[in-house]
């Protein structure tokens, strides 16, 4: 589900990247507690932790690109500024 929201998101514009690298980590989270590859910590015990974790990771994602894209935009006029 993560690689078809990124995937889509190409064709957006980038608005829904942040969800699809939430997405693809909780996959990455889940995989890992049903492994059981950390044995001593479980991530998600209820559906509740799923989707609390989903936001929260989607809230980062969303931070960390902003920050990466405004230091990447430094320097260039924009001509919206008048």
């Not at 997405?23 to 044995?39: K, N």
């Not at 936001?55 to 969303?62: E, G, K, R, W, Y």
């Amino acid at each position: 589900m993560g690689l078809v929201i990124i995937i889509a998101d190409i064709f957006l514009g980038f608005i829904l990247l942040p969800f699809g690298i939430a997405a693809l980590l909780i996959a990455i989270l889940i995989f890992t507690d049903r492994s059981m590859i950390l044995v001593d910590f479980i991530f998600f015990e209820t559906w509740r932790d799923i989707l609390l974790y989903y936001a929260l990771l989607s809230l980062i994602a969303l931070g960390a690109i902003r920050l990466f894209v405004k230091k990447g935009k430094k320097g260039k006029a924009d001509i919206n500024d008048y």
